[in-house]
Nanobody, 121 residues
């Protein structure tokens, strides 16, 4: 059973920093991992993504402020360092993994339960 466990959300003042962590388990192979967020009344959007090869991409709104990285020893752990946080970054942040739970399965998306990030002005 694939599980994604997130941690690190919380309340922070504008200009502050937070670091989110996500650990995946029960997954055979991972193509990419990423972070998405969903604010009240809005659609879920990609924040940052990192492939198994190390390529990264970011939403324009977070470029230069957020950094996605992974544990080099554990390809199943990914981090999101969030600096210079703004009130508009307030959302539930979800970890995502694109991969296969077993060798011959088709690619699937797996999701964490979400962690709340609140940035006060």
């Amino acid at each position: 059973q694939v599980q994604l466990v997130e941690s690190g959300g919380g309340l922070v003042q504008a200009g502050g920093s937070l670091r989110l962590s996500c650990a995946a388990s029960g997954i055979f192979s991972i193509v990419a991992m990423g972070w998405y967020r969903q604010a009240p009344g809005k659609q879920r959007e990609l924040v940052a993504r990192i492939t198994s090869g190390g390529s990264t991409n970011y939403a324009d709104s977070v470029k230069g402020r957020f950094t996605i990285s992974r544990d080099n020893a554990k390809n199943t752990v990914v981090y999101l360092q969030m600096n210079s946080l703004k009130p508009e970054d307030t959302a539930v942040y979800y970890c995502n993994a694109e991969g296969r739970s077993r060798r011959y399965d088709s690619l699937s998306d797996y999701w964490g339960q979400g962690t709340q990030v609140t940035v006060s002005s």
